[in-house]
């Protein structure tokens, strides 16, 4: 009778190691076309009900010490690093610092007098009006009617990236005189300079830096003893998977900007510690009242329409084969970065390269519908 009983359950178990080896190797297949000996590559995490279900390396993270990534690199995630801004300033709410629906002049009196008031919750949701980086500079000769059009001390175009500098100082006081691109509230336009602006706002109030801020109340509380905001151009960071894109003609040059202000991008990470984040969303204990400050996180900004869904704090919300998702990602110099979640699957997806070329997004959209298929193969 115990044998019969135990049928069941065995044929369960040998089912689920059957799915995790098929899905694993289904996951290496996709990855295999990076050179695992001479090319830059990924870090990926595959989360299911809490745990890493895959973690993998592929590929080098640095060619010139030909060190491979293992999974527990430290990369640059780009514009993923908004939701963690996002939630900074959703606490300073929560501690009554400030008022969401206040205009952002209110606190950084300094700005340039946009004629219309322009909320902290606009800043958020990208339909503030605020212009982007080419409000300061287009580059390579080009002008923008009303931008800025910074010069180099060469006196050619401001390039952004790695070859001008400013420092967060010198950047701030730039960004405080960009015009409105259009007046707020009309549309959704994606706004790194909003986003900047914010993490000054979360210093300005709190008298900390958004790097201290965030380790304090996000990244302490959570166990992510490997992320924080890299504000400083100068510091060794242990274990970090250095930035490449391809040249032309063939093989990869060095891509790592120069330029440390945070809060539209700037975060530092591991896929270990994007589980810790990751859990939160299910068992919440960043805040105060964490579930409620959760709730608001996750709640979209407007009904404006943003890349085919709504935008909530950092996070784009979108069907996906016929399932809800948050998903995120993000592009820069030698990065490119992808974190989405499924909660009806409970299902989350971390991968983090340093390879500015890679399709994050792609690679996302592939392993969800391997995961679903075999899950689900009827």
Not at 79 to 93: E, H, W
Not at 120 to 139: Q, R, V
Not at 202 to 207: D, H, L, R
Request: net charge negative; with cysteine; proline share 3%.
């Amino acid at each position: 009778m115990k044998i019969i009983l135990a049928m069941p359950l065995l044929i369960a178990f040998t089912s689920a190691i059957s799915f995790a080896n098929e899905f694993n190797d289904n996951v290496d297949a996709l990855f295999s076309s990076i050179d695992q000996s001479n090319a830059p590559g990924c870090n990926v995490g595959l989360i299911e009900n809490g745990e890493l279900i895959h973690k993998a390396g592929y590929g080098l993270a640095n060619m010139e010490l030909e060190v491979k990534l293992n999974g527990d690199n430290v990369h640059r995630i780009a514009s993923v690093s908004k939701q963690f801004t996002a939630m900074s300033v959703l606490l300073l709410a929560e501690e009554g610092l400030i008022d969401l629906q206040d205009d952002i002049r209110t606190y950084l009196p300094e700005l340039r007098h946009y004629r219309k008031r322009v909320t902290i919750n606009a800043m958020l949701g990208h339909i503030s009006g605020m212009a982007d980086y080419d409000y300061i500079s287009a580059g390579e000769g080009k002008r923008v009617r009303r931008g800025l059009n910074l010069r180099s001390v060469a006196k050619g175009p401001f390039r952004l990236g790695t070859e001008d500098y400013l420092s967060i100082e010198e950047f701030y006081d730039v960004v405080k005189k960009v015009r409105l691109r259009h007046k707020p509230e009309k549309k959704w336009q994606y706004s790194n300079l909003a986003y900047f602006l914010l993490s000054m706002l979360v210093e300005e109030v709190s008298g900390e830096s958004l790097r201290v801020y965030a380790d304090k109340r996000i990244f302490k509380p959570l166990g992510m003893k490997n992320t924080f905001f890299s504000d400083d151009s100068t510091e060794i960071v242990n274990n970090r998977a250095s930035g490449y894109k391809p040249k032309e003609g063939g093989g990869y040059q060095a891509d790592m900007t120069n330029l440390f202000w945070v809060g539209d991008g700037g975060l530092h990470t591991t896929v270990d510690d994007m589980l810790k984040w990751d859990q939160n969303f299910y068992n919440p204990i960043v805040g105060q009242n964490s579930e409620e400050l959760l709730a608001l996180f996750i709640q979209p900004n407007s009904q404006f329409e943003a890349n085919g869904g709504l935008y909530a704090n950092g996070q784009f919300l979108i069907d996906i084969f016929d399932r809800k998702a948050y998903i995120v990602g993000g592009q820069w110099k030698g990065v490119s970065a992808f974190y989405g979640r499924v909660p009806e699957e409970s299902f989350s997806m971390a991968i983090l390269c340093n390879d500015a070329s890679q399709n994050t997004f792609a690679y996302a959209n592939q392993i969800l519908a391997m995961y679903l298929q075999n899950k689900y193969p009827d």
